[in-house]
């Protein structure tokens, strides 16, 4: 297993805080927009925003053999076609589902790594520390995540969570497999494939756009510029140089950030579980990155 250098770590706690406190941000922009055209225009903006920083960077991507089909997949998979599975399916599910969906990502990508990205092998103590790590969100999230809604196409939402999270999985690894490639030109390609998608679907599905009021542009804009634009920037980073495994890390991460910022911003309630779930949590992130940690401080110290 190689080494991760301390700067990867310090972006996948980021991501896992930005990411967290973006379900605080939605919920306060769906009061004026509606939930796919809030999508297109977190995806649009980014795009918007990392094509300015990568034509200042003189438009560079691909740095041998171009590998388009794979480029135009991974940006279905990574941005349009996960939102909408998600935007969708949330209407037909109990509110915790998501959240355990998205944190079933780590345990997708172990195997598919494991047979397809050379250095990623599945050892047992990373699957141990995966399940615990899933156990903790599970418990954290609570019952409510595995109780019915009632909806008739219940069943119908759960797979489209599921598939989300399917599509998450598949395009890290196939964002690890592409050949050298500058990662602000892919991060922002990625973004403009993902935006000549959604734009489209959210017309159709809600109609034309409405212009929303000062504060839900405002919230909107910082959706688009930094957990769409600057986080997916970092995601391509992390996935690219230190594996599509060690990305998997944030997704334990986001529901104990969203947990504590609900709690601290909105006034919800804190869940009488939260410790034990943030101990599983750490537990098992810590025992499948044993390795990693231990030279890590070694070094350090």
């Not at 509110?95 to 050892?123: C, K, R």
């Not at 688009?224 to 690219?240: C, K």
Request: charged fraction near 10%.
């Amino acid at each position: 297993m190689p080494d991760i250098a301390p700067r990867y770590w310090l972006m996948i706690a980021t991501l896992g805080f930005v990411w967290g406190g973006t379900f605080l941000l939605i919920k306060l922009a769906l009061e004026g927009t509606t939930p796919f055209w809030l999508a297109a225009s977190r995806i649009g903006f980014a795009a918007l925003l990392l094509c300015a920083v990568w034509g200042w960077r003189g438009f560079r991507l691909f740095k041998a053999e171009a590998n388009w089909p794979s480029l135009i997949l991974i940006g279905i998979l990574s941005t349009a076609l996960p939102f909408m599975l998600i935007s969708w399916g949330q209407q037909h599910v109990s509110s915790g589902f998501t959240g355990v969906s998205m944190a079933a990502i780590p345990l997708m990508v172990l195997p598919l790594a494991h047979f397809f990205v050379p250095g990623e092998q599945m050892t047992l103590r990373r699957l141990i520390g995966f399940c615990i790590g899933f156990a903790g969100v599970a418990l954290l999230i609570g019952g409510k995540a595995f109780e019915t809604s009632g909806a008739e196409l219940e069943a119908y939402g759960r797979a489209a969570c599921l598939s989300a999270a399917v599509c998450y999985s598949v395009s890290s690894i196939l964002t690890r497999r592409l050949p050298p490639v500058d990662p602000v030109g892919l991060a922002a390609i990625l973004l403009v494939i993902g935006s000549f998608i959604i734009f489209p679907v959210a017309w159709a599905a809600e109609g034309p756009p409405v212009m929303p009021d000062t504060r839900t542009l405002l919230i909107a804009a910082v959706l688009g510029l930094i957990p769409t634009a600057a986080a997916n920037l970092l995601r391509v980073i992390v996935v690219r140089e230190a594996g599509p495994t060690f990305m998997t890390l944030t997704n334990y991460q986001v529901p104990v950030w969203a947990v504590v910022l609900g709690a601290v911003f909105l006034g919800e309630e804190l869940p009488p579980s939260m410790l034990l779930a943030m101990v599983m949590i750490l537990g098992g992130l810590g025992l499948s990155q044993f390795g990693r940690l231990s030279r890590l401080f070694r070094k350090g110290g």
